[in-house]
């Protein structure tokens, strides 16, 4: 299995706070991604890297940032947590963009 | 903005039955993924395909770039099979991440 590590794995957090989600990954893979599911909207692409300090806009990304300061590390920033972000992030990695991509186990966020 | 469609939405079946879940997308791709999500559960890699037919076990995928369609096929099918099927593509390059559809809710009784 892919080494991919998300953290936290829950969190509860009020409206308005900062909150960083971490995606870590040790196979040394170029591209990485954040996607939230939602139910009735399925999953959907917040950022993507496509390598380090290498970051775009996915169809979500209003109220998001992301970082990428290392190959390992991809994190995904919340700079004022709003209700509408209670979700489950889940952090995904491929060595080339033809390639299957590999999932983390996911973040549930709940703000409240 | 490619819009992927998945059906039915939910399936309910018996043991052994064979399985269908369809999938329909609105503009080229490169590649196309079917992935399975376990309830509760993380989201695993089942195929990609850009043509043809993949064949994994009792899982078979095909593909129709022509028509812009694709299918999973389950054989003799198990209640471990219950999960969420879902259908993802590569719209461009593969770079600029994968877009979904809402997936299909499978569920095998014994």
């Known amino acids: 299995d892919a080494g991919i590590t998300q953290s936290p794995r829950h969190k509860v957090t009020e409206t308005g706070t900062p909150v960083t989600l971490r995606c870590h990954q040790t196979?040394?893979?170029?591209?990485m991604y954040w996607y939230r599911q939602d139910p009735g909207h399925g999953l959907r692409l917040i950022h993507y890297?496509?390598?380090?300090?290498?970051?775009d806009k996915g169809e979500v990304s209003d109220g998001y940032s992301v970082s990428r300061s290392k190959t390992e590390d991809f994190l995904l920033t919340l700079e004022s947590a709003t209700s509408s972000q209670t979700s489950v992030y889940f952090c995904?990695?491929?060595?080339?963009?033809?390639?299957?991509?590999?999932f983390g186990d996911g973040t549930r966020l709940s703000i409240l | 903005k490619n819009e992927v469609e998945q059906s039915p939405q939910n399936l309910t079946a018996q043991e052994g039955e064979f399985i269908t879940i369809n999938c329909s997308y609105s503009?080229?791709?490169?590649?196309l993924h079917w992935l399975q999500q376990h309830p509760g559960g993380g989201i695993v890699s089942l195929f990609m395909?850009?043509?043809g037919k993949k064949k994994h076990g009792r899982l078979i995928a095909t593909i129709n770039i022509q028509e812009k369609h694709s299918s999973l096929h389950i054989t003799a099918s198990h209640p471990r099979d219950s999960a969420v099927y879902i259908c993802?593509?590569?719209?461009?390059?593969?770079?600029?991440?994968?877009?979904f559809g809402k997936g299909t809710h499978l569920i095998i009784q014994p």
């Open positions: 503009v080229g791709i490169s590649a």
């Open positions: 196979e040394n893979h170029r591209y």
């Open positions: 993802a593509v590569n719209s461009g390059g593969g770079a600029d991440g994968l877009t």
């Open positions: 395909l850009s043509s």
């Open positions: 995904a990695i491929t060595p080339q963009a033809d390639q299957p991509q590999h």
């Open positions: 890297s496509y390598g380090v300090k290498d970051t």
